[in-house]
Nanobody, 124 residues
Framework: QVQLVESGGGSVQPGGSLRLSCAAS????????IAWFRQAPGKEREGVAC????????TYADSVKGRFTISLDNAANTVYLQMDSLNPDDTAVYYC?????????????????WGQGTQVTVSS
């Protein structure tokens, strides 16, 4: 079983930045990709960004393009999410997730391993 532990959440003012980290107990050999999701109160879980291991392909949700950056450090078993120009709509619990197969990269049901989440609050 893979354990994923997120950190780096907190409270920030609009326009500010945060960097989330997700440390994995291990990266299974041949795993396909790793992603960040978020869930705001009363809303469905939303895919934010995903990176594919074998070729580094990255996809973002339209709502975060140009503001968020996902990156992967395979040596450290860690994935990051740099979040800039934050606004109140970004307030949510952010989750790290890992998938073992190809498919729709931001579809939550296709991910097999999940972290517990970290809260991000954007407010003045």
């Amino acid at each position: 079983q893979v354990q994923l532990v997120e950190s780096g959440g907190g409270s920030v003012q609009p326009g500010g930045s945060l960097r989330l980290s997700c440390a994995a107990s291990r990266f299974p050999q041949g795993y396909y990709g790793i992603a960040w999701f978020r869930q705001a109160p009363g809303k469905e879980r939303e895919g934010v960004a995903c990176i594919v291991r074998h070729d580094g392909y990255i996809t973002y949700a339209d709502s975060v393009k140009g503001r968020f950056t996902i990156s992967l450090d395979n040596a450290a078993n860690t994935v990051y999410l740099q979040m800039d120009s934050l606004n109140p709509d970004d307030t949510a619990v952010y989750y790290c997730a890992m998938r073992e197969y190809s498919g729709m990269l931001l579809r939550a049901k296709e991910f097999q391993h999940w972290g517990q989440g970290t809260q991000v609050t954007v407010s003045s």
